[in-house]
């Protein structure tokens, strides 16, 4: 069985710091890939990044890195210098090779404080 | 180019009756996803089609539940006789190709509500 983690359920900070959302992740299987996703107020998830499972180099995109560590089964997100706009439900999800079910943590909500 | 589409946005129904909710997903995708969302929750699995079959309809809750898919592109979700606990927002996604690597996008959602 699958399962994602995301122990955070809320997480509040004040405009410019930076914020790193959890993600730990359950699988039996040695290959897989890992996803986030953002879902603003308006509802519609909103495709962030796509990991393998057989590549943990780290990933950078502007203010967004990821952390991909398959000793611990985690792969966290990180803001740096956050702005209101980042204000959403964020989810990480996991899908196995050969399986075409997405499965998805239950989400940490940010709300970045002007 | 134009991203997955949903109508409804929004369907209020009463418990006992039918509803259809539509997908078009992005141009030339060949597979297509439904997942079901309750509030606080991540999305949940609920079927995915490859061209015009479903090739795993595992997470349909049951019999009331069906989806189509008759030419490969726009696909209809169906609920009979809804229940209350059918309320939730239904999420579309699409792929362009069956791949374990390949990237779901997703579409607005309808929000269905059952009183």
């Known amino acids: 069985a699958q399962k994602v983690t995301q122990a955070q359920t809320e997480i509040s900070v004040v405009e410019k710091e930076d914020v790193t959302l959890d993600c730990v992740y359950e699988t039996r299987d040695t290959t897989y890939y890992l996803f986030w996703y953002k879902q603003p107020p308006s509802g519609e998830l909103v495709f962030l990044i796509r990991?393998?499972?057989?590549?943990?180099q780290n990933e950078i995109s502007g203010r967004y890195s990821w952390n991909f560590q398959k000793s611990t089964s985690s792969f966290n997100f990180t803001i740096t210098a956050s702005q209101v706009v980042d204000s959403a439900v964020y989810f990480c999800?996991?899908?196995?090779?050969?399986?075409?079910?997405?499965?998805f943590g239950t989400g940490t909500r940010l709300t970045i404080i002007p | 180019g134009a991203g997955v589409s949903q109508t409804p946005s929004n369907k209020v129904t009463e418990k006992g009756k039918y509803v259809e909710l539509r997908c078009d997903p992005i141009?030339?995708?060949?597979?297509l996803y439904w997942y079901r969302q309750s509030l606080g929750q991540g999305p949940e699995f609920l079927i995915y089609f490859q061209g015009t079959g479903a090739a795993d309809d595992s997470g349909l809750p049951n019999d009331r539940f069906f989806a189509v898919r008759p030419e490969g592109s726009v696909s209809t979700l169906k609920i009979q006789r809804t229940e209350r606990g059918d309320s939730a927002v239904y999420l579309c996604?699409?792929?362009?190709?069956?791949?374990?690597?390949?990237?779901?996008?997703f579409g607005p959602g309808t929000r269905l509500t059952v009183l």
């Open positions: 996604a699409s792929s362009l190709r069956l791949d374990g690597s390949d990237t779901q996008y």
């Open positions: 990991r393998n499972s057989f590549d943990e």
């Open positions: 141009s030339g995708h060949t597979a």
């Open positions: 999800a996991l899908r196995s090779f050969g399986n075409e079910k997405l499965t």
